[in-house]
């Protein structure tokens, strides 16, 4: 069973778009929900994280907006540029799950110029 | 501060070839994650430890997988044989009593 749920699974967003990022998770004991971006030939990188107690969290451009109840959260990049072109990737941990992290399967997202 | 190191970063074997991969965490921390990525997916866990011991590895295929953290530190994924299907990007990662994992930059293992 999916813990994390995706999409959708490509993205293309003109330059200064806003690119959005949905997940779904299942198991409600979850309690740490990051985002990490991929480049080509790396390894993932974490670019921002949120917990339960709040419902919105920002860094720059990158926002995550997170849905307790709707067990959603996502991910909002704010003028999106060439250079944000990577693959990114939601995940959630916690509760009994503890340091085991559940990944998404993936959004690739392309910033036309 | 050095990331997480691993190597090899490319490696082409023959089917039923054994085939092993080394991760150096970053120091001090004490959790050390493996990863499998197949092309176009999120990465799946195969074994963590915490410090020598391997708290999980109900997903690790132990019929041909084996996997060792001595002295805490460095670890070493190993396959044999190795099947057309382990074709992937291993992933180590490691954290240190926190939430963040941070990676390294993988092995991409090719099965002929």
């Known amino acids: 069973q999916q813990q994390v749920k995706q999409s959708p699974q490509s993205l293309i967003v003109q330059k200064g778009g806003i690119s959005i990022i949905n997940c779904a998770y299942e198991n409600t004991a979850f309690d740490y929900f990051p985002w990490y971006q991929q480049f080509p030939g790396k390894g993932p990188a974490l670019l921002i994280a949120i917990r339960p107690d709040v419902s919105e969290k920002k860094e720059g451009r990158f926002t995550i907006s997170f849905n307790k109840s709707a067990k959603q959260f996502s991910l909002h990049i704010m003028d999106s540029q060439p250079g944000d072109s990577a693959t990114y990737f939601c995940a959630a941990s916690g509760g009994v799950a503890g340091n085991q992290f559940y990944f998404g399967t993936g959004t690739s997202l392309t910033v036309i110029p | 501060e050095a990331g997480v190191v691993q190597s090899p970063r490319y490696k082409i074997i023959e089917k039923k070839q054994p085939v092993a991969f080394w991760c150096n965490p970053i120091?001090?921390?004490?959790?050390l994650y493996w990863y499998l990525q197949n092309l176009g997916q999120g990465p799946e866990l195969l074994i963590r430890?915490?410090?020598?011991?391997?708290?999980?590895d109900s997903q690790l295929p132990k019929d041909r997988f084996s996997a060792e953290r001595l002295k805490g530190v460095d670890s070493t994924l190993k396959i044999q044989p190795a099947e057309l299907g382990d074709s992937a990007v291993y992933l180590c990662?490691?954290?240190?009593?926190?939430?963040?994992?941070?990676f390294g930059p993988g092995t991409r293992l090719t099965v002929l």
């Open positions: 430890y915490e410090n020598e011991e391997a708290v999980d």
């Open positions: 120091s001090g921390h004490n959790t």
């Open positions: 990662a490691s954290s240190f009593f926190s939430d963040t994992q941070y």
